[in-house]
Structures are given as C-alpha cells and as structure tokens.
C-alpha cells in the first residue's frame, strides 16, 4: 500500500511564541457576518474522485476544499453550489490535508509529504514550499504572528512566522510537552486557538481516548483541558466562535459543541448535531448562520475517480 494510501487507512482505523494580553497573540477566527439568503444550497456536489478533507471559507461567500488525492484546490460558490479548480497540486504524493485563507493567500497542510504550502489566492500559483521533516502535516490555523501546523505522527508543532501583509517567513517546531501523550499511531488532528487568545487547542486522539489539550505557544506544554468527561476519539477539525467550540467527530458523524471559559481551560457540552447526510464530515467552517463540512467518505476503503463527494450545511449552534 502506497504512503498516501496507507495513512489514510489508519485515520479510517481510528475508533473512537511570548504571550500578548488578550487575544493579541492568537487573534480571533475571521467569519462573514451576512447570513444566507434561504436559496442558498444546503448541499452541493464536489468533483469526482476529489477525496476533500479541508475547507476554509475568508470574507466572501466561497468555500475552499483540499484535496487529498493530488492536493487540487476547489472553489465553491456558496450562493449557488458550484465551483471549479482554482490551484492545481502537486501530485499524488502531495495532498492538501487541513487549509486556512488569510492574507491573500491559502496555508495548506500536506499531509504524508510532510510539506506546508502557500497558494497565492488571486492567481492559485503554488507561493511557497516548506519541507518541515515530518511525517504527516495535518492542520492550520492562523494567528496575527504565524501560521501553527499539526503533525499526527510527531509530538510537535509547526509554526510559520507572517511578515508584512501576512508574508510567510521562517518555519521553526515546537516540541509539545507536558500532558501530551503521543501514540504509537495518528494522534494530533485538527488544531484552534483558546478565546482569549493566550493559547493553542488540539485534538489527541489517542490520550485517554481523546482529549483536547491547551497548549502554551511559548513552550510547547500541553494541558488536558476539562471537558467535564466528554473524549474525542475521532476529533478533527474544529472551529471557535466566539465561546462557541465546534469539533467534528469524523467517524461518529457528528458535530460535538461546547461552552468554553476564556481561558480554554474548561469546556462545557452544549450539544452533539447529526444529520443524515453527514458522510464522515472532516472539517467545519462557518458563513452567516451556517456551517459548511467536507465528506470525506473515509469508509470507502479504495476511492475512485468515479467516487463522488459533496458538502453539506447546517445551522449552528
């Protein structure tokens, strides 16, 4: 089985800085505040074979997926549901995994080619190329200083310095410690920052089943952060709004939300939504009133060209 193919496998297996006051250091995630006209598609098809994983939506209504098969970029009108390839990967060794937009350009996470990538958004040319030395790169998320990568395989985190205009400098690894438990097998997934800005949160899902861990991005020390006994064994993506914390349980079809404290310390559940149309959603992003999630269809053990894939909406919290 090919390195692509067969760390994929092993996610489909998968059961279950110096701080600034207030959120100076980590910023709040962008999101459009004009609601969805009622016409707009609650569902709308992506191409065939395209395998999504990411998605990421700026200031305008358009929804950016990455692709895992060849690390395509797709564009999706959310007013209407179409789309097209806007950046053209590099291949099937070179997938895109988690994406963020800002700045005028696109921060992909590569996946098993252990690269991050920069996308100029207006022209889709590839920008920028980072050999980070690790094993599989899965999530971004944006902060005013830097762009901060996950690696599932590897106790430690990337960061990305922004220059000027969000420009991006010099990568550096932040090694992650305190209660961080790696695994033997996939263990950091998606990745947000708390609401008070002062820190990062990411999924482990393989410390005690699966726990959310604040992490210090001066240091790289993890904290288990109290979810009053909640685990997250498939978490993925995650998105915060305001308090609000969405985290996409892929295998689990299902959204889990809680009430964080401003400290991300502490969250409290609110809710789990479902829907039957979710496919083993991967990641969330947010316009108006509602949320946008990629199916991913990691139960289909060999994908094909033919395979189709779509996304769905539905209200938040």
């Known amino acids: 089985m090919a390195p692509t193919a067969r760390s994929f496998a092993r996610r489909r297996l998968l059961t279950g800085t110096a701080a600034l006051t207030g959120a100076a250091l980590l910023g709040g995630t962008a999101h459009a505040a004009a609601a969805p006209k009622t016409a707009w598609p609650d569902q709308f098809p992506l191409p065939d074979g395209f395998q999504p994983e990411g998605i990421t939506i700026g200031g305008k209504p358009f929804a950016y997926f990455g692709s895992l098969a060849n690390g395509d970029i797709y564009r999706a009108n959310l007013a209407t549901g179409r789309g097209s390839v806007v950046s053209k990967g590099l291949g099937a060794e070179h997938p895109t995994v988690g994406l963020k937009i800002g700045h005028g350009r696109l921060f992909l996470a590569g996946g098993v080619s ?15 190329v980072y050999a ?7 999530d971004v998320i944006l902060t005013p200083g830097a762009a901060w990568f996950t690696d599932s395989f590897k106790a430690q985190l990337y960061r990305v310095a922004l ?3 969000g420009a991006p400098g010099a990568l550096t690894t932040l090694p992650l410690s305190g209660d961080w438990v790696q695994g033997d097998d996939f263990t950091a997934n998606g990745i947000e920052r708390t609401p008070d800005g002062r ?5 482990n899902c393989f410390a005690d089943g699966g726990t959310l861990m604040r ?5 790289g020390a993890a904290t288990a952060v109290d979810l009053g006994g909640a685990k997250l064994p498939n978490g993925d993506g995650m998105l915060l709004l305001g308090r609000t914390f969405y985290v996409v349980q892929q295998a689990q079809n299902a959204i889990d939300v809680f009430r964080l404290n401003a400290a991300g310390t502490k969250g409290t ?3 789990r939504i479902t829907d039957p149309r979710f496919r083993i959603p991967t990641t969330v992003a947010a316009w108006g009133d509602r949320l946008y999630l990629p199916n991913a269809r990691f139960d289909v053990e060999q994908p094909t060209p033919d395979t189709d894939y779509d996304a769905v909406a539905v209200p938040q919290v």
């Open 199 to 203: 820190a990062l949160l990411v999924v």
């Open 269 to 271: 559940a609110i809710t």
């Open 215 to 219: 992490v210090d991005p001066r240091t």
């Open 132 to 138: 980070t030395g690790g094993s599989f790169v899965n």
């Open 114 to 128: 252990g690269e991050i990538r920069t996308v100029d958004l207006r022209s889709g040319a590839l920008e920028k």
């Open 163 to 165: 220059g000027k205009h």
